[in-house]
């Protein structure tokens, strides 16, 4: 040790830096050695503050805990405060702050450090170091007004990457939420205006994210004056939309699709390069001052047909999502949009061409998407592409789409034909959306059945193997009849469901969204049998008491609630209809349904339909109890659905999430047991009317176990459920703390090498979630005999970023006993 | 400090493009084109208004040339072979390789076909390609120590730039022709957002504003199909270079979508070669065929084949590119003679046929029967499709242009009169930017910012290194016509940080003009600060203070230093009942309301007294001193002191 300290006050050679280092690494280094470098360190940056010594310090806090105050402290009065440079000032404050983050006892003291010092530091001459310090201000916890006010000084600074991240800095203040005074808010906003004409593209760009940021919340400070400001921010980022960067082209159509209140004719304008007569006459746009009336409806003017055909395709793609928002606004505008979205189906970039049809889907779900023939052409040419996401786009919106006439219908099946011939690896998916298409054209599926019907009865004379993609697709047709919107199921000849039961397999495994192999095999064999007789036995069942329409009626509404104003085409048509048309109908939500969490970025806002859903689950119930069980695991399907949209980046929301989903999977247990039960039920209820006639008894006495087994479970559901369901509403916040534990290097190929009886070491990867270094932390070792061990787990020893830890450590396991060494 | 513009073609037309700048003592010559409408001396530009002694070297900088179209270059061999410019000319990579093959097939029309006499050799164009110095996309080139130019992406056609010249402080740009969206083929034009005081632009489509392109290519495609899907034949002609990958490009695309496998041929020699460019020249063109040539060259043409003239009659349907363009003779006629009859064929026509060619004769109306000499008729009963694709920027392109650079000043050439004074007028009104569309040979004169170098002092640097930026509300009168009364008298934040325009210019005779930070002023001068105050001794009649003394029972002053304090007491009393806001302070002997100060004045003889003091014995004179700053302040609490007087009468 003596000789690694100079005796005299000269500065430490970075040889000797360079050994303190490795000893402060080094987790074997004694204690006492630790001191004395600290020592020497501290000594050293009260002579001479140097931004290698300082490094050092911050190093040594880091790792041994005990030393960090005594370290926080002394960086602050030697470095921070005596230092003349603003360099190392800036520096010392980096350190200072690192260090209250692994010690959370400094947190305080960090808070303690004058706001002052900070900003007198950024009027420091030093530009890199003005940068620095306002990119890192979140770190110092300075107060909101204060930087707000730093952030608007500094956008008028001669450096353009300071202006960038003064506006960056003012979208970072802007999402904390903290400023509330109108004026303040109004002011942010102007000042980024001014910004939008900057010299410098990055500028611009950044400009665009505070201009949007600043307006959103303008927007929805006052209802009063949400249409004016909303107007205001949509011109004012229109005229930014033919920028001459592509990076900020692109900024300002991923703003435009956050708005979402504009006034119709500013919509509407944006889609014609040559300014509307009708506003042309008024002289006025939205409720924009009537005096600039001239350069804003140019600026507007055809604004989204130059993003459509921009020659860069991220800036298409931006502007394909930013109709998203805007065809919701308005539906004259949703229609002028589509015509357009239909020629971007020709775009040469597959992700523009995605984004297009995502956008149609949105359309379709929003009941804004009205097809008409004109655009038939193109779009069912999309079915052809050689990409398969493309394709499977195309169908997911056909599956949606109302078609307005039988000639659009045939032209689709025949699309759909021509894309299952092509690629027959579309299979499943195609009949899906025929059977959906089925469903909501019942009396054009009955035209066009009656039309073929000779065609599949030579297919089924000839060879009863239906090889024919054509027929197959046209049985897909016709056993969705039945379950659509009115009464033409009757008209179906019943042999066509017969043949339509040779395909089962193929058919069940592209309906498994609706119903499984079973329930379709018992529908197919109802419908066959005669039509009067499925006729009377659809209306047997209709006539029972207790059918799932009130399930049904759930996500509908949870959907509703969520969305607002989410409304799907095919809902409007639904009345008092029998329990198996609202059974396809359904579909349609289910789609809806990840989009549900549109634009949801309240916490709030999540954690009401959290609890809407909770209290839904406990309705379900007394459906498990009545057997409903494909209608209530198709909820909670769709209730799992609809939380995934909520994964949003809210911290709070997630933990909350998470909660909700296992909750649903333990109901989703419960529900299971019962429906599998119910299959046996079932087949052996088939076996009994049908085929084996000869194992009668055998079946007989199957039968009765298994109604009795039902019986208990049902008993037995009804007193515990109830208990675990009741009540149960999510308020404050959650956390979920989650632990990964990963074995590296250890699969089927490459087994960790492990012989019998001698110790082995098992190094595993930890990863703890939302943990903080106050929890106390245990791992527990269970072997196949029942022998456990806990081994503590001291998360200051390990690393950790944002409530995520991470651990390695390394077991040592003798062939029965285990011992924990951690090498960390 | 003035920028001339010499328009010497392209004024309120469209042809021989060719403008004379000169700016602080530079001259550049922009394009250098022909008007192909005319076979005299009108063709080119009269440059004998350049230089009357034909010394044409040490009247130009340089020639800076944007594309290779003729209207733009077709002068350029005459200038420098037969005028005798040696200069240096300035134009892009593409350009320089293009140039040459544009200019020599005219020539052979000129002199082989038409047998015109010679203007300029084949040999000239050699000779004068030599000169020329080729540059890329936004390098900056210093012609001399003061001259810079700088070549951006102007869409158009392969190799089109825009240039910006600098001298000093003074700059331009000049466009040539431009393209604000992407084609197929090449991408939309592209420029930094620059400083300029000039902004020379095109305006060929001063008045048009067009749709989406999209639309046009689907109306383009569905055509094409529905023709050859009938077993018809689509005629298509073009120029080589331009329009005739662009229609490949999108064709072959379709052909490749709806896996077609009807023919497609290429007519000429010339386009099969313009193809060979294009694909060397792959910088140069839009970004997803630059995206993808990696993998595939967009102008390696899969479905393309050459075209043999035995095929004309030959059965089937196709779909062929033949030259020229406005089917003013060659091959692309010949052709037509053929195809024209059959109602099955289908001829697409570009956006722009040239008046008196037979491209142009059907354009206007669909006539059914057509005069090819005086001798022969040639039935038409083919479709005739019209394509609106151009690669000229329509107005709205001009307008954002115009908008995104912002010059000072903006003067537009090649374009029709009277759109162009429509645009002119858009542009004055609704962008505030001064315009002018001089015809040719009139010059435009504008003023451009005046500069001076200048030292710094230290002091002044250091000042503008620290941020130093002050905060004010103003009430913003522009938003006086919202439909909410309360905006109006919503204050509007200005930030400023005034750290640079606090320093003081000092020019001295024979020294080099010095910037100084404020406080630096007066230690240079070597002079005192000088303030100026103002003064006025106020008598207030005694009685109307008595009126308070008496009332106050507080007040006991008897000597009469404690009189003067008494006075000053009363005063400050009066005051303080009437001045709203202003802060009194009392320093015992005298008052002060921010700089105002007020005592009582016992000098009979005081300057500062208006009235003669031994007619008013009953008055006390009241000291008043303030400075400027405070001017309206002081004259309120003046005018409240003397009113005492008129309320006690």
């Not at chain 1, 024919?468 to 659509?484: Q, T």
């Not at chain 2, 639309?215 to 270079?241: D, N, Q, S, Y």
Request: charged fraction near 20%; proline fraction near 4%.
């Amino acid at each position: 040790m003596e000789e690694l300290v100079p005796s005299s006050s000269e500065p430490l050679s970075p040889q000797t830096l360079a050994s303190f280092r490795s000893l402060i690494i080094n987790p074997s280094t004694p204690q006492s050695k630790i001191s004395s470098i600290f020592e020497t360190l501290t000594r050293s940056l009260q002579l001479t503050p140097d931004s290698l010594v300082l490094n050092l310090l911050s190093e040594l806090a880091s790792r041994h805990s005990n030393l960090s105050h005594l370290v926080f402290d002394s960086v602050r009065s030697h470095s921070l405060l005596s230092s003349e440079s603003t360099r190392l000032a800036a520096e010392s404050l980096d350190a200072l702050a690192s260090i209250s983050n692994t010690e959370p006892t400094l947190s305080s003291a960090i808070d303690e450090l004058d706001d002052r010092l900070f900003v007198s530091l950024c009027f420091g001459p030093s530009v890199s170091v003005r940068s620095w310090l306002l990119r890192n201000a979140e770190r110092f916890r300075i107060s909101p007004y204060v930087l707000l006010t730093l952030f608007l000084g500094f956008t008028k600074d001669p450096y353009p990457y300071v202006r960038k991240i003064a506006l960056d800095g003012l979208v970072g203040v802007s999402k904390s939420g903290m400023i509330e005074d109108h004026s303040m808010i109004n002011g942010c906003y102007c000042r980024a205006i001014e910004l939008l004409g900057d010299m410098e593209d990055q500028v611009r760009s950044a400009a665009i994210r505070a201009v949007s940021a600043w307006g959103l919340i303008l927007v929805a400070s006052n209802p009063e004056t949400k249409l004016y400001w909303s107007d205001d921010l949509f011109v004012k980022l229109c005229s930014m939309g033919r920028d001459m960067s592509m990076e900020v082209r692109v900024e300002a159509f991923d703003a435009l699709g956050k708005i979402n209140v504009v006034s119709e004719d500013i919509l509407l304008q944006t889609l014609s390069k040559r300014v509307l007569a009708i506003t042309k006459e008024k002289r006025s746009l939205g409720q924009c001052p009537a005096e600039q009336f001239e350069i804003l409806a140019s600026n507007v003017a055809g604004v989204l047909v130059h993003g459509l055909e921009d020659e860069f395709y991220e800036v298409r793609k931006s502007a394909c999502h930013s109709l998203r928002t805007l065809t919701i606004i308005s539906a004259e505008f949703a229609g002028e949009a589509l015509n357009l979205l239909m020629d971007v189906l020709n775009d040469d970039s597959m992700f523009v061409r995605l984004e297009a049809l995502e956008t149609m889907l949105h359309m379709a779900t929003y009941g804004h998407l009205k097809v008409q023939g004109t655009h038939m052409h193109m779009f069912l040419g999309t079915l052809l592409d050689s990409n398969t996401l493309i394709r499977s786009a195309t169908r997911r919106i056909l599956k949606l789409v109302k078609l307005p006439n039988i000639e659009l219908f045939r032209l689709s099946f025949d699309s759909l034909i021509e894309n299952l011939e092509k690629h027959p690896q579309d299979e499943a998916d195609i009949f899906s959306v025929l059977f959906h298409t089925g469903c909501n054209h019942g009396k054009f599926v009955v035209s066009a059945i009656n039309e073929a019907s000779e065609e599949i009865d030579q297919a089924s004379e000839g060879k009863l193997g239906f090889d024919s993609a054509r027929v197959a697709a046209l049985l897909v047709l016709a056993i969705s009849a039945p379950l659509s919107h009115g009464e033409h199921f009757c008209s179906i000849p019943p042999r066509i469901f017969s043949y339509a039961v040779t395909l089962l397999g193929r058919i069940s495994r592209a309906l498994t969204d609706i119903m499984d192999q079973n329930a379709l095999l018992a529908y197919l064999s109802q419908c066959s049998i005669s039509t009067t007789f499925s006729a009377t036995e659809l209306n047997i069942r209709r006539g029972e008491p207790c059918l799932p329409v009130a399930n049904i009626e759930i996500p509908n509404d949870s959907s509703n609630e969520i969305n607002g104003s989410t409304r799907t085409s095919l809902h409007q048509e639904k009345d008092g209809a029998s329990e198996l048309q609202s059974w396809t109908m359904r579909e349609p939500l289910e789609l809806a349904a990840p989009l549900g969490g549109f634009q949801v970025e309240v916490h709030d806002e999540v954690m009401k339909p959290i609890n809407l859903i909770l209290a839904k689950v406990k309705d379900i119930w007394s459906s498990i109890h009545s057997g409903f069980t494909n209608e209530v695991l198709r909820t909670l399907r769709n209730f799992k659905e609809e939380l995934a949209t909520f994964t949003s980046d809210s911290v709070g929301t997630i933990d909350a999430v998470a909660f909700t989903l296992q909750y649903l999977q333990v109901i989703k247990q419960l529900a299971k047991e019962l429906q599998i039960l119910e299959l046996v039920l079932l087949t052996c209820t088939l076996r009994l009317c049908k085929v084996e006639i000869c194992c009668h008894f055998a079946t007989l006495k199957k039968l009765s176990t298994t109604v009795s087994r039902v019986e208990s479970i049902l008993k037995s559901a009804t007193i515990e459920p109830t208990i675990f369901i009741s009540e149960f509403v999510l308020c404050g916040r959650l956390d979920q703390i989650k632990a990964e534990l990963t074995i590296p290097d250890n699969d089927s190929e490459n087994p960790l090498p492990f012989v019998s009886r001698l110790p082995v070491g098992i190094p595993c990867d930890i990863t703890l979630h939302n943990t903080s270094n106050e929890n106390k932390l245990w791992l527990k070792m269970s072997m196949d005999d029942e022998s456990t061990q806990f081994v503590f787990l001291d998360l200051n020893l390990y690393g950790s970023s944002d409530k995520v830890w991470n651990a390695c450590l390394r077991m040592f396991c003798l062939s029965k006993n285990m011992g924990v060494q951690n090498v960390s | 400090m003035a920028i001339d513009s010499l328009v010497l073609g392209a004024g309120q037309q469209v042809g021989k493009s060719c403008v004379v700048v000169s700016m602080n003592g530079k001259r550049i010559m922009f394009d250098c084109g022909m008007d192909m409408a005319y076979h005299d001396h009108r063709r080119y530009p009269d440059f004998s208004r350049i230089s009357n002694s034909g010394d044409f070297d040490s009247a130009l900088t340089c020639i800076v040339v944007t594309h290779f179209h003729l209207d733009h270059i077709g002068a350029l061999p005459y200038f420098t072979e037969v005028c005798g410019y040696s200069g240096p000319i300035y134009m892009t990579y593409p350009t320089k390789a293009l140039a040459p093959l544009m200019l020599e097939d005219y020539r052979k029309v000129m002199v082989e076909r038409r047998g015109e006499e010679e203007q300029f050799t084949s040999e000239h164009i050699v000779e004068c390609m030599k000169k020329v110095i080729a540059v890329d996309l936004k390098q900056t080139v210093h012609v001399d120590k003061d001259l810079q130019i700088r070549a951006y992406y102007a869409g158009h056609v392969l190799g089109a730039a825009m240039f910006y010249a600098k001298v000093g402080d003074t700059a331009m740009v000049y466009t040539g022709d431009y393209n604000m969206t992407p084609d197929r083929h090449l991408g939309a034009a592209q420029i930094d957002r620059l400083q300029l005081d000039l902004l020379i632009s095109e305006s060929t489509y001063a008045t048009t504003i067009r749709d989406s392109k999209y639309g046009r290519e689907r109306e383009f495609l569905k055509a094409v199909h529905k023709c050859v899907a009938g077993g018809g034949k689509v005629l298509i002609p073009t120029f080589a270079l331009g329009r005739a990958q662009e229609l490949c490009i999108l064709l072959e695309d379709y052909w490749e979508r709806m896996n077609l496998k009807i023919p497609i041929y290429f007519s000429s020699g010339l386009t099969m070669q313009a193809n060979m460019y294009y694909k060397m020249l792959i910088s140069w063109t839009s970004q997803k065929v630059k995206e993808t040539y990696s993998t595939h060259n967009a102008f390696d043409f899969k479905h393309v084949l050459n075209f043999d003239r035995s095929m004309i009659a030959a059965p089937g349907p196709c779909v062929l590119f033949a030259t020229p363009g406005w089917l003013s003779g060659g091959f692309s006629l010949e052709v037509f003679k053929q195809w024209a009859p059959s109602e099955m064929n289908l001829v697409t026509l570009p956006g722009y046929c040239a008046a008196g060619t037979i491209g142009h004769k059907l354009m206007s109306g669909k006539p059914t029967k057509i005069d090819l000499d005086k001798n022969t008729q040639l039935d038409v009963r083919c479709q005739i499709h019209q394509l609106s694709f151009s690669p000229h920027t329509d107005a709205k392109g001009i307008m954002d242009l115009v908008k995104f650079l912002s010059p000072k000043h903006v003067i537009l050439v090649h374009g029709e009169k009277p759109k162009m004074a429509t645009l002119k007028g858009r542009i004055h009104s609704e962008l505030g930017i001064p315009c002018d569309d001089p015809a040719n040979n009139e010059t435009v004169s504008i003023s451009s910012a005046h500069y001076v170098k200048a030292r710094a002092s230290d002091t002044f640097i250091h000042s503008s290194l620290n941020p130093n930026f002050k905060f004010s509300k103003s009430i913003s009168e522009d938003e006086s016509g919202s439909c909410l009364t309360n905006r109006r008298f919503m204050p509007q934040l200005q930030v400023t940080d005034e750290r640079t325009a606090e320093g003081i210019l000092i020019e001295e005779k024979n020294k080099k003009a010095k910037i100084l930070h404020q406080d630096e002023l007066l230690l240079m001068l070597g002079e005192k600060k000088h303030e100026v105050g103002f003064a006025y001794c106020c008598p207030i009649n005694v009685s109307s203070l008595e009126e308070t003394k008496s009332t106050s029972d507080n007040v006991l002053c008897t000597s009469e230093s404690s009189d003067r304090c008494s006075w000053l007491q009363l005063l400050n009393n009066k005051l303080s009942g009437q001045i709203s806001g202003g802060n009194i302070q009392d320093f015992g002997e005298h008052l002060q309301v921010e700089s105002f100060d007020i005592s009582v004045c016992l000098n009979d003889r005081c300057p500062y007294r208006i009235i003669d003091s031994q007619n008013k014995s009953e008055a006390v004179f009241f000291c008043c001193t303030w400075s400027v700053s405070d001017e309206k302040l002081a004259w309120k609490i003046i005018s409240i002191m003397e009113n005492f007087d008129c309320e006690s009468h």
